[in-house]
């Protein structure tokens, strides 16, 4: 049941964003800044950590899941450091994210010479 529950919550944020795409004249960076912006919102009210809880990746993955982790480790890094926690606890928490998405996009830079659009 974990999958399914994982399936649908997943579908269910790319379904709002792909409404969201249709139906208004946000564009998608806008949408994607939301998305993470969302997720520390609603980490912060009490109101996403259960929904991980309940549907696991469908929930961490999506970019309300990157929102999620940031807050999350920021909150972590506070109560352990003090303000200073509200500066590092977002990048300690995601680093590893962070640094395979700056690593993967330079080695699929060198293997294809960017062109621009026409």
């Not at 969302?38 to 970019?63: D, K, N, Q, R, S």
């Not at 982790?69 to 928490?93: C, D, M, P, Q, Y």
Request: proline share 4%; glycine share 12%.
């Amino acid at each position: 049941m974990q999958y399914i529950f994982s399936f649908i919550t997943g579908g269910i944020l790319c379904v709002i964003a792909q409404i969201l795409i249709d139906k208004t004249k946000l564009t998608p960076a806008k949408i994607l800044v939301t998305y993470v912006v969302a997720g520390v919102v609603l980490t912060a009210i009490g109101v996403y950590g259960p929904l991980v809880e309940f549907a696991g990746a469908g929930a961490t993955v999506p970019l309300t899941g990157f929102g999620y982790s940031l807050a999350r480790g920021v909150h972590e890094e506070v109560t352990k450091n003090g303000l200073t926690g509200i500066f590092t606890g977002g990048l300690s928490a995601c680093a590893a994210g962070i640094c395979a998405a700056v690593i993967f996009s330079f080695i699929f830079a060198l293997m294809k010479k960017p062109s621009p659009k026409s």
